[in-house]
């Protein structure tokens, strides 16, 4: 009989002692998806974070100052993404006299550019402040546009456009000399040697 009681004594002990195991793991396993709960958070806070930051670097305040042929010449707060012709905009937009393609409208503006936006048929060195008008088209310009009315077919070889080499160089040319003697805008490249093309080039070039 003791013996019995024994036995069955044994497996009770035996018993709570695998219950107290099971309950163990579940505990460790309940704590560690716990655990991961908090890494994933992490990575969510980092991801946020990177996000808030690269939105505080787009949307950073600039300043850049326009005159010339704009209708409200003055200095203006821009986000440091925005582009010449957004400057042009917040100044009330160009005059009747202005010549729109003395400037790349799609050139970035850096903090404390100086734009000045020539008249038609002005030359740089005419202007009002010859130092100060040269170094916003140089500035605006990024520092050695061609002026696409004065270049030779050589001047435009050796600009070492991308995807322009002689023979298209040529064709500008050929195109400038049965239109007058000039390329007017953007339009007139277009016709020289291809819509695609034609837009591309106004990055490198400049029409006065």
Do not use: C, W
């Not at 400057?87 to 003395?102: H, I, N, P, Q, R």
């Amino acid at each position: 009989m003791k013996n019995k009681k024994k036995i069955v004594g044994s497996i009770i002990i035996l018993l709570i002692f695998v219950i107290l195991i099971f309950i163990g793991a579940l505990s460790y396993h309940s704590k560690e998806a716990d655990d991961f709960k908090v890494d994933d958070s992490f990575t969510e806070n980092q991801s946020k974070k990177s996000e808030k930051i690269g939105a505080t670097a787009v949307n950073k305040e600039i300043k850049a100052q326009i005159y010339g042929q704009v209708k409200n010449p003055g200095v203006y707060s821009l986000n440091n993404n925005d582009r010449i012709l957004d400057l042009v905009k917040k100044a009330g937009g160009f005059t009747e006299k202005a010549d729109m393609y003395s400037i790349n409208g799609a050139a970035k503006v850096l903090d404390g550019s100086n734009v000045y936006i020539m008249a038609k048929g002005e030359k740089a060195q005419n202007t009002n402040n010859t130092t100060a008008g040269s170094a916003a088209l140089s500035e605006v310009n990024s520092n050695e546009k061609l002026d696409i009315n004065s270049a030779t077919e050589q001047d435009i070889v050796n600009k070492k456009i991308r995807g322009i080499g002689e023979g298209l160089a040529k064709r500008i040319i050929d195109y400038r000399d049965k239109n007058g003697g000039r390329i007017n805008s953007v339009d007139d490249l277009k016709k020289a040697i291809g819509n695609k093309r034609g837009e591309a080039i106004m990055e490198y070039i400049e029409i006065r």
